[in-house]
């Protein structure tokens, strides 16, 4: 009895233990407010970097010849008669439609040839695959110089050498990197579709067109895109091929603009870079029109090649 009373007391007499409380940490919320500030800053920094050189072109195409290379990016005067002058001295409509008729048609015929090797690299299993695949990327390290004279000959012995044909029909062939990065791609999808087709009676030209051409879909749109920019920057070719005026691409009749009036001891620069503008708009136009399915493809090409 008396040793439970005393062991009552001694613990009634002990104080209440108090619960421990976490230390407060210090708040993030301005160390996150800093890093977001400062990546804002850099990514407007860098857009103005990209924006700037355009703007300028814009700017100078608008003004009068004595004040086309000051610093100042508002016109004044302004003299939107440089694009009346060279709309009239230049048939740009025919150029431009030269540009997109060879450039849908080198796209699209790259895009083609290359998927169909892409796939026949990633889904067949045959001796010699790697060598042959070390061979095909090999090809890249040709300097297009290398080929130049060459490939003309062929073309003058054909008799299509001041035609638009060399500026697209080399391209039925493929091309060394669009078949690396497509082959890339088709290596991540699921080998079972194609076994389970392969059970079901599907022929080979049956898997490559109703189940890896809609699945690759992203990475086509990339090497499509990719293609017609290069095919309506080349000047190398129609500069070569090219003799008919009307024939000419855009990158062709560029220089023949700067021929007619950058030249002589009075370049009229403020015309040449009008023709600059009405040249470059048509892209940018394409890149707005068409970012949402161009950003997708990258971001799907890169989760499929994790």
């Not at 009552?8 to 919320?29: D, L, M, N, Q, Y």
């Not at 990546?39 to 924006?51: D, E, F, N, Q, R």
Request: include cysteine; charge should be positive.
């Amino acid at each position: 009895m008396s040793t439970s009373v005393s062991g009552g007391a001694t613990a009634a007499e002990a104080p209440a233990r108090r619960p421990r409380t976490a230390p407060a940490r210090p708040s993030r919320r301005p160390h996150r407010l800093l890093s977001r500030t400062l990546w804002g800053l850099s990514i407007t920094g860098a857009c103005v970097l990209l924006l700037y050189p355009f703007v300028w072109l814009v700017s100078a195409s608008l003004k009068p010849r004595s004040q086309v290379f000051d610093n100042s990016l508002i016109p004044n005067p302004l003299a939107p008669e440089n694009y009346v002058t060279v709309w009239q001295a230049a048939p740009l409509v025919t150029w431009m439609i030269n540009s997109v008729v060879v450039g849908l048609v080198a796209a699209v015929a790259v895009t083609a040839s290359s998927a169909l090797v892409a796939f026949g690299f990633a889904y067949f299993r045959f001796r010699w695959r790697g060598p042959l695949f070390a061979l095909v990327l090999a090809t890249m390290m040709l300097p297009g110089a290398v080929t130049m004279v060459p490939t003309y000959l062929i073309w003058n012995r054909l008799g299509l050498a001041s035609t638009q044909v060399p500026l697209w029909a080399g391209n039925l062939f493929g091309s060394a990197f669009y078949i690396f990065l497509l082959r890339q791609f088709f290596l991540t999808l699921p080998r079972d579709l194609f076994e389970a087709a392969r059970i079901d009676g599907a022929s080979y030209l049956r898997l490559f067109r109703s189940i890896a051409l809609p699945l690759a879909k992203p990475a086509l749109v990339i090497v499509f895109v990719f293609e017609l920019r290069a095919s309506w920057t080349d000047l190398v070719k129609p500069l070569i091929y090219l003799r008919d005026p009307a024939l000419y691409t855009i990158p062709r009749g560029l220089k023949a603009v700067i021929d007619q009036f950058g030249k002589g001891g009075e370049s009229q620069w403020e015309i040449v870079l009008a023709a600059s503008v009405l040249t470059t708009v048509p892209m940018i136009v394409l890149f707005f029109l068409g970012q949402r399915h161009f950003v997708e493809g990258i971001a799907t090409t890169g989760r499929g090649g994790a």
